[in-house]
């Protein structure tokens, strides 16, 4: 989609100020008034599901119905995902999840992002002269952790058989399923990008044609598939005849898979890292994913007064901006695979650290370059679901190939296409964090979110969609906390996305980067950001996929909101 971009002013050299000072001369005394959601909040007592596909939404809510925990519904929305918008999702990528367990009455973080096969090693670039991972054919697959994430899941959380859990998209798989509007143009722009993919094209374009809104599309693979998965688990992906298929196709094609990057991989439990934020603590998972850029930005941001900006104001939109380009030379620098690159990650967490990366914040004009800091120590497409069950169990999970459909590249006879997450290494420095190596985890984007108060859970949330995750768990958190929108306006709310920032695969911003808006952003706060030095330009497909459920303890009920800007929709019961 073409971008549209506004003149960019001079670059302004004016005194700095006092940050908070500053700031509020620019934002004056206007406030922007509440915002008109586009759609009610949906309200519920037993169960609720938020999802970026109404069918599959409702896949969660008869599990839920069935008796299902918050894991299984979880488990089955993103199987159907899988089929119905194979753009974002499918167990050729990964999976990320945070659960709230309400009997423990604690977080369970769980990492199932598959390494570099054993056998690709930094020579094979090097030697080649290639610069960086393509985003397409066999280079950038990784071990897909999707299907490994279910079991993992299910094994601690399941209350039904995986065979139940996974039966609606099966189900779906084999009768087909209506093509949903957003979900089929991102489709066709997928099949005319892979035009010389032969088994994606067989898959994804049967009779030689995308399908459109309304179609009915069917997908017996896939469907062969899940009922591998549901009969042998774990096994049947990673020791079985999944993983044998897999293999035979990477040594056709001249990949570097063996049965052994399969047989060995599994899945990481672990904590999830919080910072306390205007009395909420708001929980993300360490790296190799980029959920510690969240936490770092509101630990700058709880030093401002954010309502006496105003809402998108000039004053308030700058400051995020500066403050996400500070966190991402961070996340640049330092995010990375631990067991490669060990470093201690609280450190970039602490308020004595935020201030100092404060420092380099100027008030009065856009940053064009910044150094990543020193604590001691690209475009996705993805989907993102949260479900609490009648219990209050909750979980918020991330899935992924990255860039659409992935690499392009469908092992024969299995219905789904292989990622291509490791485009996110680098191959030019082998000092770098996130440096390729064999075995190792590349950088990720898909972060899933969580907030608790006093100890209790009170929102699952998420905002998919490649390097703008941080910045809309950011947006909408603050909608949320600091000027009191609901779930469903937040998530409406007008948003910015900037691009440019140094990449973990190496690349360096030198120019500031790029300033994307929304239309409900006020022209005068337009120029006001250009006279600030900001390039600002517009975008109708750059800001991501919120999906967000709140749990209201006291009265019992859950609030749930679905993006305005995908096909999804949240459903309670």
Not at 393 to 401: D, M, P, R, T
Request: with cysteine; hydrophobic share 40%.
């Amino acid at each position: 989609m073409r971008r549209i971009q506004f003149p960019v002013a001079a670059w302004l050299v004016l005194p700095v100020l006092a940050p908070l000072a500053a700031l509020t001369a620019l934002a004056g005394d206007r406030l922007t008034g509440r915002l008109t959601a586009s759609r009610s909040e949906v309200i519920g007592r037993h169960g609720m599901v938020a999802a970026s596909q109404p069918l599959a939404a409702q896949v969660g809510i008869d599990i839920l119905k069935r008796g299902g925990s918050a894991v299984d519904a979880a488990i089955a929305v993103n199987a159907a995902l899988g089929l119905m918008e194979p753009s974002g999702a499918g167990i050729g990528g990964d999976l990320f999840a945070i659960v709230w367990d309400n009997r423990a009455g604690k977080l369970y973080g769980l990492n199932s992002s598959g390494p570099a096969p054993r056998a690709l090693t930094l020579a094979h670039f090097q030697e080649r002269g290639i610069r960086r991972v393509p985003e397409t054919g066999p280079l950038p697959w990784t071990v897909p952790g999707c299907a490994a994430g279910w079991c993992a899941l299910h094994g601690k959380f399941g209350r039904l058989p995986m065979r139940d859990v996974l039966a609606p998209a099966v189900r779906y798989a084999e009768e087909g399923f209506p093509l949903s509007e957003l979900i089929a143009f991102y489709w066709q722009r997928s099949v005319q990008a892979f035009a010389g993919y032969e088994n994606f094209q067989k898959l994804y374009a049967p009779g030689g044609r995308a399908p459109r809104k309304g179609d009915v599309f069917r997908n017996p693979d896939l469907a062969a598939s899940y009922r591998l998965i549901a009969a042998g688990g774990h096994d049947a992906f990673y020791r079985g005849e999944i993983a044998r298929r897999i293999v035979a196709y990477s040594e056709k094609v001249g990949g570097f898979f063996s049965r052994e990057d399969f047989a060995s991989f599994a899945p990481e439990w672990l904590e999830p890292l919080s910072v306390g934020y205007r009395g909420y603590d708001v929980w993300e998972l360490p790296p190799n994913g980029q959920g510690l850029a969240v936490l770092q930005m509101l630990r700058m941001l709880e030093r401002f007064d954010l309502k006496s900006l105003g809402h998108n104001s000039a004053a308030y939109l700058h400051l995020l901006v500066e403050a996400k380009k500070l966190a991402y030379e961070d996340r640049a620098r330092h995010y990375a695979d631990p067991r490669f690159a060990p470093r201690d990650y609280s450190a970039l967490l602490t308020a004595e650290y935020a201030a100092r990366r404060l420092e380099l914040f100027d008030p009065r004009r856009a940053s064009r370059e910044l150094p990543a800091g020193d604590p001691g120590l690209r475009r996705g497409d993805t989907v993102y679901l949260t479900v609490v069950d009648r219990d209050f169990n909750a979980v918020s999970l991330i899935q992924s190939n990255y860039v659409g459909f992935g690499s392009g590249m469908v092992p024969d006879g299995l219905g789904f296409c292989l990622q291509d997450r490791g485009a996110l290494f680098n191959v030019e420095d082998p000092a770098h964090a996130n440096a390729l190596a064999p075995g190792k985890r590349p950088f990720h984007t898909i972060i899933p979110g969580f907030v608790t108060r006093n100890g209790r859970p009170v929102f699952s949330f998420g905002v998919m969609g490649g390097d703008m995750q941080p910045q809309g768990h950011v947006q909408v958190l603050c909608n949320i906390i600091d000027f009191a929108m609901n779930v469903q306006e937040a998530g409406d709310a007008p948003r910015f996305h900037h691009v440019g920032s140094s990449e973990p695969d190496g690349s360096r911003m030198t120019d500031g980067g790029t300033l994307f808006l929304e239309s409900g952003v006020d022209p005068e706060v337009v120029r006001e950001l250009i006279r600030l030095g900001h390039r600002v330009g517009r975008s109708a497909s750059e800001f991501g996929g919120y999906q967000g459920i709140w749990i209201d303890e006291e009265r019992r009920v859950l609030i749930g909101a679905s993006e305005s800007r995908k096909d999804g929709c949240a459903i309670g019961y």
